[in-house]
């Protein structure tokens, strides 16, 4: 039997409704090429906007039929490039998201409750999706890879804005930071595995998990929860965690060890496949005074060094800070959550306030004391800051502001090379939207006259 592309198909319905044996199963939005968007695709990603608290807009509906009318385009192009994508690929990314939607549900039982299904289902559902989406990336970052901006492309992007529209930007600073966190020793630490050890051996003697859990575990996430952690896969838990956690079966449980968390033993309680249910209980090391004395002294003779010049600031930083982050970055801070662009130039109100309190009054080139700190996840060091440049407020300018303009000319050329690209391809592809859609302003590129589109 020939086969009927699906365009000869819709030719045959129109763009309407898909039927079979006079019910109506489902309704064709758009079509690109031989490929079809489903108002129920459209429908559900609006439902899951709204879900997340947004007010109803029928021009979201709108953009998500246009994203998913250019991902079509990226994805068939890809097929022609032969432009693939790896399975691992695709299970971190659906690994990611998953851990994504868990912890924004409150746990996993939670999401598979407002599922409806198990979230091993839900992970097979989406991968076609999913790898769809990476090809679309991928595809896109083709178009792109060679786009690069000279420097007289920066000035004629700059010199287009209007003198009295440009952009104000505030004091800008770049600051440095070494850190070290106390670390306990052998004995130190014997006090607080040997506390774990003695409720594991009440667990083994027949005491409740989840009792002791509730009791002394230092897990504020999963003490309440009885030590449940609901079910992960290997990308989610620390090294050392995963490890005993994919080596043991259900009911068993783990002799007490070390991550960078602290102390714990983990009891397997179900398998599903790649993945584990599991409860623990931690007990987290506190700092000794001697710990602290020790690494006091540690950081004093760092900064003694670097401000007597006789140990470069970025030499110092990648030899003896504990931030990992910093540390192979020069010591210095980075502002922005983009790999790609992020900058060590940071506006002074978006600092840390207890950082801008303590360089507010410093000149630029010195360096703050060693003082006791608390980052963000609680954990007590000791730090000193090193401010290296200072911008005043002003008006955007090349002179000062070069990186940050070229960036923007950089994107400005990116999206323009896209645009380009979507609009040669539109006139070779055949495009057709459900007319429900021709109100959308931002879809009035996509749609055809009935006699153009035909041809």
């Not at 109100?439 to 153009?452: A, Y």
Request: glycine fraction near 4%; hydrophobic fraction near 35%; include cysteine.
């Amino acid at each position: 039997m020939k086969r009927v592309s699906i365009l000869m198909l819709l030719s045959f319905f129109g763009l309407t409704t898909i039927y079979a044996q006079d019910k109506v199963v489902e309704k064709v939005v758009a079509v690109v090429g031989d490929n079809i968007i489903l108002k129920s695709e459209v429908d559900q990603q609006y439902a899951q906007y709204l879900q997340q608290g947004n007010k109803e807009d029928e021009n979201t509906k709108c953009l998500f039929l246009q994203n998913m009318l250019s991902q079509k385009l990226l994805t068939q192009q890809a097929v022609l490039d032969s432009i693939t994508v790896t399975e691992d690929d695709i299970d971190n990314e659906v690994n990611r998201r998953m851990r994504v939607m868990v912890s924004r549900a409150g746990g996993q039982e939670k999401l598979e409750e407002f599922l409806g299904r198990s979230v091993i289902q839900y992970k097979d559902e989406i991968r076609a999706d999913i790898q769809e989406i990476l090809v679309a990336q991928k595809m896109q970052a083709k178009i792109t890879e060679k786009v690069e901006v000279t420097p007289l492309e920066v000035q004629r992007y700059f010199d287009k804005f209007p003198k009295d529209s440009l952009p104000q930007f505030n004091t800008e600073v770049e600051v440095g930071e070494i850190i070290t966190y106390p670390e306990l020793n052998k004995k130190e630490k014997e006090f607080y595995k040997d506390k774990a050890e003695a409720l594991r051996l009440r667990i083994k003697g027949g005491e409740s998990f989840s009792t002791l859990a509730r009791l002394y575990s230092q897990d504020p996430g999963s003490a309440k929860e009885g030590g449940d952690l609901g079910f992960f896969d290997r990308q989610t838990m620390a090294k050392e965690f995963t490890s005993w956690a994919f080596k043991l079966k259900p009911g068993e449980i783990s002799p007490v060890f070390e991550t960078e968390f602290g102390f714990h033993f983990l009891e397997v309680t179900e398998r599903r496949g790649e993945q584990v249910r599991a409860r623990h209980i931690l007990i987290i090391p506190e700092n000794t005074t001697a710990a602290l004395d020790r690494i006091k002294i540690k950081i004093d003779s760092v900064y003694e060094k670097v401000k007597a010049s006789k140990m470069d600031f970025s030499a110092a930083a990648s030899l003896y800070s504990d931030d990992k982050e910093s540390k192979y970055n020069g010591g210095m801070m980075l502002n922005g959550q983009n790999v790609n662009s992020r900058t060590t130039f940071i506006p002074t109100d978006q600092l840390d306030p207890k950082v801008f309190l303590t360089i507010d009054t410093m000149k630029v080139g010195a360096y703050s004391t060693p003082a006791l700190f608390t980052d963000a996840r609680g954990k007590t060091g000791y730090r000193f800051l090193y401010l290296k440049s200072k911008i005043p407020p002003h008006t955007a300018n090349l002179d000062q502001d070069l990186p940050k303009i070229k960036d923007a000319a950089y994107e400005d050329k990116i999206n323009a090379t896209v645009s380009q690209w979507f609009d040669k391809r539109r006139q070779s592809t055949y495009v057709k939207l459900d007319k429900e859609y021709y109100s959308c302003e931002i879809l009035k590129d996509w749609i055809t006259e009935p006699d153009t589109a035909s041809k």
